[in-house]
């Protein structure tokens, strides 16, 4: 996997790659933070329907619901969904990747707190560099190595082991994100030329065979009543609108600009969580998230400068 991972950067961290522009950087910038605005909602809308019905229920709705959606926008805009590339092992890997991380991000919101993973999930970078360092044998100067730890103690303050906010629920979201790092690194790697309609649709295909996948584990499905029907509506177009604009936003701009601004998902999701359903956002939460944030964007910012010294 990391291999994987590595490999990809490689490529599009080459001297040939172009740089963005100002103009497309804030574009980009934008696409992400409203990105991160419709997946904080998505896990919302996942975390209370699943008060009523079972995960895997919840995951295959929400996850048809947007194969809906972005298969009526292909039809519009006259996109082909089964180009050849959907064939090739990126774009498998990417859809794999998407239907495994789903069901343990799932299960963290549901059966921990939506705060508590999506503090978690900020991690992603750093996994990324982590496992580079251990499996790869790459350099990691002391700075990098001061960051990684920091952020993990932060991931270690969310968690809280050992004290009344611990929840054993919270490391699926641990595990969710070495392959929500998998995943992104995936999309940077794909063309250009490969359209969001098409990424994003084959993403929430995973998402529904998360769902068919886990039906012998969460149980029966049960009867969809009317208000059901506005959060399955709310969750398909955050959703949706998420997923298109994320692609846009890691397809074209520069890492370091751009990906920072992921981290607003974190403010949207803690909002979220205390208006909607009451959690509590202790002090330890708070540093550890901080720590997580302060981590990662010093390390995507400190890999942006290097890779504008080597270009």
Same mark, same amino acid.
């Given at each position: 996997?990391?291999?994987?991972?590595?490999?990809?950067?490689?490529?599009?961290?080459?001297?040939?790659?172009? +740089?963005?522009?100002?103009?497309?950087?804030?574009?980009?910038?934008?696409?992400?933070?409203?990105?991160?605005?419709?997946?904080?909602?998505?896990?919302?809308?996942?975390?209370?329907?699943?008060?009523?019905?079972?995960?895997? +229920?919840?995951?295959?709705?929400?996850?048809?619901?947007?194969?809906?959606?972005?298969?009526?926008?292909?039809?519009?805009?006259?996109?082909?969904? @089964?180009?050849?590339?959907?064939?090739?092992?990126?774009?498998?890997?990417?859809?794999?990747?998407?239907?495994?991380?789903?069901?343990?991000?799932?299960?963290?919101?549901?059966?921990?707190?939506?705060?508590?993973?999506?503090?978690?999930?900020?991690?992603?970078?750093?996994?990324?560099?982590?496992?580079?360092?251990?499996?790869?044998?790459?350099?990691?100067?002391?700075? +990098?190595?001061?960051?990684?730890?920091?952020? @993990?103690?932060?991931?270690?303050?969310?968690?809280?082991?050992?004290?009344?906010?611990?929840?054993?629920?919270?490391?699926?979201?641990?595990?969710?994100?070495?392959?929500?790092?998998?995943?992104?690194?995936?999309?940077?790697?794909?063309?250009?030329?490969?359209?969001?309609?098409?990424?994003?649709?084959?993403?929430?295909?995973?998402?529904?065979?998360?769902?068919?996948?886990?039906?012998?584990?969460?149980?029966? @499905?049960?009867?969809?009543?009317?208000?059901?029907?506005?959060?399955?509506?709310?969750?398909?177009?955050?959703?949706?609108?998420?997923?298109?604009?994320?692609?846009?936003?890691? +397809?074209?701009?520069?890492?370091?600009?751009?990906?920072?601004?992921?981290?607003?998902?974190?403010?949207?999701?803690?909002?979220?969580?205390?208006?909607?359903?009451?959690?509590?956002?202790?002090?330890?939460?708070?540093?550890?998230?901080?720590?997580?944030?302060?981590?990662?964007?010093?390390?995507?910012?400190?890999?942006?400068?290097?890779?504008?010294?080597?270009?």
């Amino acid at each position: 996997m990391w291999l994987f991972i590595y490999q990809s950067l490689a490529i599009r961290s080459s001297p040939v790659s172009n +740089q963005a522009s100002p103009e497309e950087n804030l574009r980009c910038i934008l696409f992400m933070v409203i990105a991160m605005a419709g997946f904080a909602v998505e896990d919302a809308v996942i975390k209370k329907l699943s008060l009523t019905m079972p995960v895997s +229920q919840v995951l295959l709705l929400i996850g048809l619901g947007g194969l809906l959606v972005f298969g009526l926008v292909s039809r519009v805009k006259k996109i082909d969904l @089964f180009v050849p590339e959907t064939r090739g092992l990126t774009f498998l890997v990417r859809v794999g990747a998407e239907l495994i991380s789903a069901i343990l991000f799932a299960v963290a919101i549901v059966y921990a707190s939506l705060s508590m993973s999506s503090a978690i999930l900020q991690a992603t970078p750093l996994t990324v560099a982590l496992g580079g360092a251990l499996f790869l044998k790459q350099k990691v100067g002391m700075r +990098q190595w001061a960051l990684i730890g920091s952020g @993990f103690i932060g991931v270690l303050l969310v968690l809280q082991p050992g004290l009344d906010g611990f929840k054993v629920a919270g490391l699926f979201a641990v595990l969710g994100v070495g392959f929500l790092a998998l995943r992104d690194v995936v999309t940077r790697t794909m063309a250009i030329s490969i359209s969001p309609v098409l990424i994003s649709f084959w993403g929430f295909f995973g998402m529904l065979l998360a769902g068919a996948v886990t039906i012998p584990i969460f149980g029966d @499905f049960r009867v969809l009543v009317f208000d059901d029907l506005p959060l399955l509506l709310i969750s398909s177009i955050s959703g949706s609108l998420g997923y298109y604009c994320v692609v846009q936003a890691t +397809q074209t701009g520069d890492v370091a600009v751009v990906a920072p601004f992921r981290y607003t998902r974190l403010l949207f999701a803690l909002g979220l969580a205390v208006i909607f359903f009451d959690e509590e956002v202790n002090a330890m939460m708070v540093l550890g998230s901080s720590l997580i944030i302060g981590s990662g964007i010093v390390m995507i910012v400190s890999g942006g400068s290097r890779r504008k010294q080597i270009n």
